[in-house]
Structures are given as C-alpha cells and as structure tokens.
Nanobody
C-alpha cells in the first residue's frame, strides 16, 4: 500500500528556515518524478517544486531561489529545504509524484509568522 508521510513543518519567523521530509513507500521510488505541493487556507493546492528521477529540479516562481528540493533514493525520501521564509509560504505542505498519482498524505503544516 502506497503511503506518503510528510514531516518537518512548524512555526517559524519570517526569514527563517525549515527542512521538510517525505518518506514515500512506493514501488520503484528511484524511477519516480516527485514533487512538493502546498495548500493555503481558502486556496487551491499548488505545485511548489519537482525533482525528476535523474535529479533535475524545477520550482514555482514564488519560491525560486529560496527553496531546494532533493531526494535520497536509498531512503525513499524527498526533502524540501525552505529558506528566507515569508508569511505567504504559510500552508499545508504535501509530497506526491509529479502528477499527483498517489493518495495524498496528511501533509505537514508550515506557519510563517512573527
């Protein structure tokens, strides 16, 4: 059974950093293009960053230069390093495949506030 477990969220002041982790119990993880998404209150879920099986990355314009997605295939884990956080980054963060193929996990809450 596919399971996505996100962790690492929390409350942080503007300008701070957080590192999110997602353990993905999926078959052939190393062959999957993976992604981080987020959903702020009252808004639709949006794609934040993607990483291909080969390690190529892409970012939403709003996070480019501040967030870094990476993966550890030996641990079936995808990471999102978030620096220079802004209040508008406040959201519930999820990981999934690049096309949202798997059942969504619980997500991890990120709150940026002073």
């Amino acid at each position: 059974q596919v399971q996505l477990v996100e962790s690492g969220g929390g409350l942080v002041q503007p300008g701070g950093s957080l590192r999110l982790s997602c353990v993905a119990s999926v078959i052939m993880f190393r062959s999957r293009h993976m992604a981080w998404y987020r959903q702020a209150p009252g808004k639709q879920r949006e794609l934040v960053a993607t990483i291909t099986s080969g390690g190529n990355t892409n970012y939403a314009e709003s996070v480019k230069g501040r967030f870094t997605i990476s993966r550890d295939n030996a641990k079936n884990t995808v990471y999102l390093q978030m620096n220079s956080l802004k209040p508008e980054d406040t959201a519930l963060y999820y990981c999934n495949s690049e096309n949202g193929l798997f059942a969504w996990g619980q997500g991890t809450q990120v709150t940026v506030s002073s």
